[in-house]
């Protein structure tokens, strides 16, 4: 499987932009702060329903802009999906997979893997636990979901018990 398109519209540096992949290698080119990252970072949220960067959905959206728009083609063989999400400001955030809509974003993780590694990681070595575990627990989701939806349950009780 890999990503056959990409199209945005407000994501971050992006006001839009129309890529083709090859099912072979990529490589993204260009000066510092080009946008490479923010392409990245759009696949990567293709495959999470949300950014590896930034910590709200908000910080994506292009500075003035009040919405964005996410859509890849993922081929498998002869099968295409689409997988695509439009964010508005203040509204409930909306995944879909071949236009149909997810009840819950859990739905859509592991469907289609990914795998990012930045420069930041270097705290994967240097920090405590807390960031490797975060990662593997990134990595494992997307191949287990009893382990996602326990996941999910375990943050929601630290969060409730920490108030």
């Known amino acids: ?3 056959e398109s990409l199209h945005l519209i407000n994501f971050k540096s992006y006001l839009v ?3 083709r ?5 990529n ?3 260009g000066k510092n702060g080009s946008g490479k990252t923010n392409l990245l970072d759009a696949i990567y ?3 999470f329903t949300k950014s590896a960067f930034s910590s709200s959905d908000q910080q994506c959206i292009t500075l ?3 919405s964005l728009f996410v859509r890849g083609s993922f081929r498998d ?3 295409v999906s689409n997988v695509a999400t439009n964010i508005q400001l203040g509204a409930k955030k909306i995944f879909k997979e071949n236009a149909e809509e997810y009840q819950k974003l859990s739905e859509h993780i592991g469907k289609y893997p990914i795998v990012i590694i930045a420069p930041d ?3 994967l070595v240097k920090e405590g636990s807390e960031f490797r575990r975060k990662f593997f627990d990134g990595i494992i989701s997307q191949l287990d979901k009893i382990y996602l939806e326990n996941l999910i349950r375990y943050q929601l009780a630290l969060k409730l018990r920490n108030g």
Do not use: E, T
């Open 1 to 3: 499987m890999y990503l």
């Open 17 to 19: 932009a129309d890529l």
């Open 21 to 25: 992949f090859s099912p072979r290698i």
């Open 27 to 29: 490589v993204f080119v």
């Open 45 to 47: 949220y293709l495959g």
């Open 64 to 66: 003035g802009q009040n």
């Open 77 to 79: 063989g002869q099968n």
């Open 121 to 123: 990681d270097v705290d």
